[in-house]
């Protein structure tokens, strides 16, 4: 039977709730994650980490509330003894006091325990900015850093994280790493027995740079390689992008006020870059542009350039240039076909995908979830969606099913989205931002 983790967020306990023989859930009476409850956690991963043949949990922490380097930002490993008791292990674990948002598993080194890639999502204060992501080597159950061994360029600023995959592109029976960010390209990372190499340019996917959300793993046309699927902003947002014409961001102290900016902008038809925000937003932020503009007019005439002109040292610049959620279909042969997928799954942003055959005609359909409310006053926020299915028709083509008839309400600001038993019933799980868990019946 399938039981449930719930991450805390900062100042609240993490819970796990234990499936019974009725159907129902009651909380575990091990409780070792409630030292912690100051640290948010941002992820939460099941693997074996100690070889005892159960499921052991990671939890990975983040946010954007600490200081850099608080111990608030460590995470924690807690063992299985059975019968849903967990103790505390994490002094089996690096101390890695940094922002993450996702912890997986694979087997990285190739001598049957399972690894851990932890990756992370920014710098406190400085949002846009990479931060480091690591490798974590199972050494008889103690974890190790070594990041610098396998895969040197996440010991640096790498990217601002959001998600990972873990596959076998070519099939060499060990799993490569795929990572994906907000204003990330599709980085590929194949495994060579010692090390990784990047490959994400012969893979075409350096130049998909997106608000990627969440990448899942799923053969979606039965030709025995996995495809991918990955979860952007859509297109329903005022924010546009593409190769010609990308859109991007601007990161510095540029008034030296002691706190980041971000300043948007896109290029109008002759290559000129101008900001997205109007003088008035743009002021709020940055007091300076109105006293170098005196008025709109003047503004709205002026470049990139001329409104930050010589406050550009150390200015950090990223870029979008897809925000439709994909699917990457796996050619087999080293190479991906990208396909947009229908419109309507491109009305909000997608946190959370999952795989079920929901019309039982032999093939895997796409469960999409998400929305995203915590936009600022000039942005409207992301909520369009009630949750998507989409049905596989074959040939890379999918049908949507009409929310009516799909009976999905998963409406709020979703997080994360489960497929689940509940005794011999598959169940939806919708875990919500502020907001209550939310359960549907598959009906079958």
Request: charged share 25%; net charge negative.
């Amino acid at each position: 039977m399938d039981d449930v983790f719930l991450g805390g967020a900062a100042g609240s306990n993490c819970q796990l709730l234990i499936q019974n023989a009725a159907g129902s859930f009651v909380p575990s009476t091990s409780n070792p994650w409630m030292k912690y409850k100051a640290s948010e956690v941002l992820d939460v991963h099941f693997f074996d980490a100690d070889g005892d043949k159960d499921l052991d949990i990671y939890t990975a922490s983040g946010s954007n509330e600490f200081p850099t380097g608080s111990n608030l930002y460590g995470d924690h490993l807690y063992l299985n003894q059975g019968k849903g008791v967990f103790t505390d292990a994490t002094d089996r674990i690096p101390k890695l006091y940094f922002s993450k948002s996702v912890v997986r598993s694979s087997d990285i080194d190739l001598d049957g325990d399972l690894d851990l890639f932890v990756g992370g999502r920014l710098i406190p204060g400085k949002y846009g900015v990479s931060e480091r992501s690591a490798i974590l080597i199972n050494n008889k159950g103690n974890f190790e850093d070594k990041t610098e061994a396998f895969i040197p360029e996440l010991a640096k600023p790498f990217e601002c994280v959001t998600d990972v995959c873990w596959i076998d592109l070519d099939k060499d029976k060990d799993e490569d790493l795929v990572i994906v960010g907000e204003w990330s390209p599709v980085r590929i990372f194949i495994n060579e027995k010692s090390s990784f190499k990047e490959k994400s340019a012969s893979y075409k996917t350096d130049s998909l740079f997106g608000w990627w959300n969440t990448i899942q793993k799923c053969d979606l046309n039965g030709d025995g390689n996995e495809d991918l699927v990955l979860g952007n902003l859509g297109t329903n947002i005022k924010f546009k992008a593409s190769m010609v014409k990308p859109f991007y961001v601007y990161l510095n102290d540029f008034d030296q006020n002691g706190t980041w900016d971000t300043y948007l902008a896109s290029r109008d038809p002759d290559g000129t870059l101008f900001p997205v925000r109007g003088r008035q937003c743009s002021s709020e932020q940055m007091p300076f542009i109105s006293e170098k503009f005196s008025n709109y007019d003047q503004f709205a005439k002026a470049s990139l350039e001329e409104i930050l002109d010589g406050k550009m040292d150390g200015t950090v610049q990223k870029m979008a240039t897809e925000f439709h959620s994909i699917i990457l279909m796996n050619n087999g042969d080293g190479s991906f076909t990208k396909i947009e997928l229908p419109a309507e799954a491109q009305i909000s942003t997608v946190q959370s995908i999952a795989f079920y055959d929901f019309n039982q005609d032999g093939v895997k359909d796409i469960l999409l979830g998400g929305n995203y409310y915590n936009r600022e006053v000039e942005t409207v926020r992301n909520d369009a969606s009630v949750g998507q299915i989409l049905l596989n028709v074959g040939g890379g083509q999918y049908a949507p099913l009409v929310n009516p008839v799909s009976g999905l309400k998963l409406f709020n600001d979703l997080r994360e989205m489960r497929i689940i038993k509940i005794k011999d019933k598959s169940v939806i799980i919708g875990a919500n931002n502020n907001e209550k868990l939310q359960a549907f019946r598959i009906k079958v």
